[in-house]
């Protein structure tokens, strides 16, 4: 870890008081000289820090900046990640597949404030309001096939529904077959898993694999044509209130502890009973044309097998179900 990273880390662990320079250079091991350096450099990058004479240095209440000195800070697995934040970005998924085809290693991260052409499954858009929300992708280099690489977007699902859980207190998360998360009938987030296969081998070379959580209100309001189905986590409207790094951390950390075991398939359990399709009536969804089906089981695979209305039954490898109103 570096020294901006460890010193955000103190501030943030310590923001109800100012900790001196003097005790944050013993801190860190480093002169009272770097400790400014990093001070100045954290500032730079928006973090407001206020410097008192006598008494030292403190993190502002507003510091609610995405950075990656701010991600890096939490991780439990700092060693398996490389963050990089940005602004404002097309899409992290896009530019990271451009990072991906230009050798970045597996374990790249990149998160946005916002972005410009958020992409959702299906060819959808995904509206991505700059400090309403957690926008990042992570590159995988997993050398699978691709109906294990499959499994990554449900380790995926498993994972963020764990972070978001751990830090809104009270939230309960389902998933919506194959990787949508909801709360209270609303989704909250989405995962898109895009992959590049190696023709030789026939291997997946790559994966990007993107987050999108919605965590408080545009004070605009969501596009209209959201608001039937998306929600965001907090009905509050000011920001995020420093959660979007921890959030970020948290989710990286619980994927990469399953992705680290994944032909394991240990939370295929948790991820059957985080469904809120099996058991239920639903519609397969075929471009405009839905299909009446019920949900019979998630197999080992996380392939939703269904029964037709004339009894034939399938196992859906991808696609989409909505849940039929009771
Ligand atoms: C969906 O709900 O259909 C999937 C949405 C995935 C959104 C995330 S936000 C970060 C990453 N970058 C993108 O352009 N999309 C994913």
Redesign the pocket.
């Known amino acids: 870890m570096n020294i901006k990273t460890q010193l955000l880390k103190l501030l943030e662990s310590n923001r109800d008081a100012h900790i001196s320079g003097a005790d944050l250079a013993r801190e860190l091991d480093v002169s009272r000289n770097a400790v400014w350096k990093a001070v100045e450099s954290l500032r730079a990058e928006g973090y407001g820090i206020s410097a008192v004479p006598n008494k030292g240095y403190r993190l502002d209440d507003s510091g609610d900046i995405l950075s990656a000195a701010g991600i890096s800070g939490f991780l439990r697995h700092g060693g398996a990640f490389i963050v990089h934040t940005r602004k404002s970005v097309t899409?992290?998924?896009?530019v990271l597949r451009d990072m991906a085809a230009s050798g970045a290693p597996e374990g790249t991260v990149l998160a946005a404030e916002t972005?410009t052409a958020?992409?959702?499954?299906q060819g959808?858009s995904?509206h991505?309001p700059a400090k309403h929300g957690v926008?990042?992708?992570l590159l995988l280099r997993p050398g699978v096939s691709a109906v294990d690489a499959s499994m990554i977007t449900s380790a995926a699902a498993v994972a963020a529904s764990r972070a978001i859980e751990e830090f809104f207190t009270g939230v309960q998360v389902g998933i919506k077959w194959v990787n949508?998360l909801f709360v209270n009938g609303k989704k909250v987030c989405?995962?898109?898993t895009e992959a590049a296969f190696d023709m030789e081998s026939g291997l997946v070379e790559s994966v990007v694999l993107?987050?999108?959580i919605n965590i408080t209100k545009p004070e605009d309001g969501l596009p209209d044509e959201l608001g039937d189905v998306v929600a965001t986590l907090t009905d509050s409207t000011s920001g995020s209130d420093g959660q979007r790094n921890r959030l970020i951390a948290a989710t990286l950390d619980n994927f990469w502890e399953l992705y680290l075991k994944l032909s394991d398939k240990e939370f295929l359990g948790e991820y059957r009973s985080r469904s809120i399709v099996l058991g239920r009536e639903i519609y397969v969804m075929s471009g405009v044309d839905k299909k009446a089906a019920h949900a019979l089981e998630i197999d080992d695979d996380c392939g939703l097998v269904v029964r037709y209305e004339n009894g034939e039954i399938a196992t859906l490898a991808s696609g989409e179900v909505s849940i039929r109103p009771r």
């Open positions: 899409s992290t998924n896009t972005q958020g992409k959702g499954r959808r995904f991505s926008y990042f992708s949508d989405g995962i898109l993107g987050i999108g």
